[in-house]
């Protein structure tokens, strides 16, 4: 089942704006990640943060997780038209066995 | 480097036809994984093979077999393809199973009529 959940479902900017995508799960995690899908294309992987970690930074990402709140955040800093895609969270909790479980993704479209 | 290659990359069926999705990577990796991707549903997992030689059911696999036929190649069978099988099918591989970081393939995408 899917457990990680991405809020908005889509966005809409400006080049140069920041983007803040937000994703929540439901049971306990060992680390969550990003992954960004360009139309038609495979998923990327962006960043990973582990559950004893609050805060992750990669060139103009910035990740937070708060597992209190069993949410974390993706922020896109001075957003490019290359940036245009779509943003899933993954988590590999309790309930996921092997494998990781994907959101239902933000797509994010930013324009010049 | 390749990473992770499918094919075919596009494929029409009739309701009844059988195929096979084959994907092939070149990282040495463990872990392989089939997952479907539908419109507002994001990515469901099929089928995953956290090692050579073992094989284990995802969310949705129905409908589906596979075969981890060596650490290199893992692959997708529908044997009666029914047209809720439409979908784009994404191949990902990862050193280990469970928390690394996933490679994904291009996609292949599938419509049953």
């Known amino acids: 089942s899917q457990q990680g959940e991405e809020d908005p479902q889509a966005l809409s900017i400006q080049e140069g704006e920041n983007a803040t995508m937000n994703c929540s799960y439901k049971t306990s995690i060992n680390n969550l990640q990003w992954y960004r899908q360009n139309s038609g294309r495979g998923l990327v992987h962006l960043i990973l943060i582990r559950s004893n970690e609050r805060e992750k930074h990669s060139g103009r990402l910035r990740v937070t997780l708060d597992t209190s709140k069993k949410s974390s955040s993706l922020l896109i800093t001075a957003s490019r038209a290359a940036d245009t895609a779509s943003y899933f969270c993954?988590?590999?909790?309790?309930?996921?066995?092997?494998?990781?479980?994907f959101g239902k993704g933000t797509s994010l479209l930013v324009t010049p | 480097n390749a990473g992770v290659t499918q094919t075919p990359k596009f494929q029409v069926l009739k309701t009844g036809q059988s195929m096979t999705l084959q994907c092939a990577q070149d990282?040495?990796?463990?872990?392989m994984y089939w997952y479907r991707q539908d419109p507002g549903m994001g990515l469901r997992l099929i089928y995953y093979s956290a090692s050579e030689g073992t094989t284990d059911k995802g969310e949705v696999p129905n409908g589906y077999n596979v075969s981890r036929l060596n650490k290199r190649e893992f692959s997708l069978r529908l044997e009666s393809a029914a047209p809720s099988q439409t979908s784009v099918y994404f191949c990902?591989?990862?050193?280990?199973?469970?928390?690394?970081?996933?490679?994904f393939g291009e996609g292949s995408r599938l419509t049953v009529l």
């Open positions: 990902a591989s990862s050193v280990t199973g469970g928390t690394g970081e996933l490679f």
């Open positions: 990282m040495n990796h463990n872990s």
């Open positions: 993954a988590t590999d909790g309790s309930n996921s066995g092997y494998a990781l479980n």
